[in-house]
């Protein structure tokens, strides 16, 4: 059973970057979304990846060209580097896994971790 942790959360200004960690024993057989929820919003899927050796990855419209994911299976770690931060991404963002292909419905993912902040204010 896997123990998403995630790390990397916090404030920065407009334009700055932040590099989200999710780490987990075992979590390399697993694939593997960032989701992040706004107080008074949905959650919304951001992207994903998947376990295969060329780890194909998909990403939300608001993100792509920002954002990238990656994983190391060295580490048991899921990257999200933000580049680009704008007013309307700061949320909770989450890690969540599980196994087989890559969907974006954050209802199939069966492991979650709490959540990391990040906030963007100048």
């Known amino acids: 059973q896997l123990q998403l942790e995630e790390s990397g959360g916090g404030l920065v200004q407009p334009g700055g970057s932040l590099r989200l960690a999710c780490n987990s024993s075992?979590?390399?057989?697993?694939?593997v979304g960032w989701f992040r929820q706004a107080p008074g919003k949905e959650r919304e899927g951001v992207s994903c990846?998947?376990?295969?050796?060329?780890?194909?990855?998909h990403y939300a419209d608001s993100v792509k060209g920002r954002f990238t994911i990656s994983r190391d299976n060295s580490e048991n770690a899921v990257y999200l580097q933000m580049n680009n931060l704008k007013p309307e991404d700061p949320a909770v963002y989450f890690c969540?896994?599980?196994?087989?292909?890559?969907?974006?419905?954050?209802?199939?993912?069966?492991?979650w971790g709490q959540g990391t902040q990040v906030t963007v204010s100048s």
């Open positions: 990846i998947s376990t295969t050796v060329d780890g194909s990855t």
């Open positions: 969540a896994a599980k196994p087989g292909l890559v969907v974006r419905d954050s209802r199939t993912y069966d492991y």
């Open positions: 075992g979590l390399m057989y697993y694939t």
